[in-house]
C-alpha cells in the first residue's frame, strides 16, 4: 500500500514536497516513483529512484527543479519540487516496482497539485 501527501495550492516560483509511505510487502521494492496527471492529459513520468542504490532518474520537464530522495527505514520516498510553474499543476501519484524502472506494480491514490500564476 502507498500513502502519498504533501500537495496543496503554491504560487508560481514556489516550492513544495510530496512524501508517499510504502507498507506491507516493502521488502520486495525495487524502484520507487512519482508520475503526474494533468487535466485532459495522460500520466507522466516525473522522477523514479532505485529503492537499494539510490540511483535517480528525472523527465526532462523536471530535471533540475525536482528532487527525488528516499528513507529506507521509514519506507517514505518524497519528491522535492522547486521552482514549481503552473504547467506542473496535475495530480501526483506515487509508484512501487518490483522489477526495476520500466513498469510499476503498485500505485498510490494520489494528491493534488495547483500552481497559480
Known amino acids: 500500500q502507498l500513502q502519498a501527501s504533501g500537495g496543496g495550492l503554491v504560487q508560481t516560483g514556489g516550492s513544495l514536497r510530496l512524501s508517499c509511505v510504502a507498507s506491507?510487502?516493502?521488502?520486495?521494492?525495487?524502484?520507487m516513483g512519482w508520475f503526474r496527471q494533468a487535466p485532459g492529459k495522460e500520466r507522466e513520468f516525473v522522477a523514479a529512484?532505485?529503492?537499494?542504490?539510490?540511483?535517480?532518474t528525472y523527465s526532462g520537464s523536471v530535471k533540475g527543479r525536482f528532487t527525488i530522495s528516499r528513507d529506507n527505514a521509514e519506507n517514505t520516498v518524497y519528491l522535492q519540487m522547486n521552482s514549481l510553474k503552473p504547467e506542473d499543476t496535475a495530480v501526483y501519484y506515487c509508484?512501487?516496482?518490483?522489477?526495476?524502472?520500466?513498469?510499476?506494480?503498485?500505485w498510490g491514490q494520489g494528491t493534488q497539485v495547483t500552481v497559480s500564476s
Open positions: 529512484i532505485g529503492w537499494r542504490n539510490g540511483m535517480k
Open positions: 506491507g510487502r516493502t521488502f520486495s521494492i525495487a524502484v
Open positions: 509508484a512501487a516496482s518490483q522489477t526495476g524502472f520500466q513498469s510499476y506494480d503498485y
